[in-house]
């Protein structure tokens, strides 16, 4: 089981490659993707995307958000913003997501180094 990030999604249903997008593929073919909350709102946030597409995305199993997410949440972000490194709100959602389930994460977002150092983030 895999979740993926907003960033390859994109890429995935653009048509473009790279080792994320197999992997992703790879993932949706055997059933094995799930996605973070926060990126489903965020796919669904683009204005341009076909009713179809978005119907396919919804389908995809949502992580759940567990007792004392937000709070994890917090403090995994006030933890790496006090080091100075980047932590964006929603990465660190999504991050918190997918390390309250032990899933691995694919991106094509740098950023998310930080949470693998610091937060236990599995990333493939």
Known sequence: MICADTNTWIAYLSGHEGQDV???DHAVIHGAV???PVVLSELLSDPELEPEV???LS???LLTL???Y?????K???LLLAKRVKAKLADTLIAQTCVDHDVPFVTRDQDFRHFVKHAG???L
Do not use: K, P, Q
């Open 22 to 24: 197999g992997i992703l």
């Open 34 to 36: 799930v996605m973070a």
């Open 70 to 74: 937000w709070e994890r949440a917090g």
């Open 121 to 123: 983030l599995r990333l």
């Open 59 to 61: 389908a995809v199993t």
């Open 66 to 68: 567990e007792d004392g």
């Open 76 to 78: 995994l972000r006030a």
């Open 54 to 56: 978005a119907a396919d």
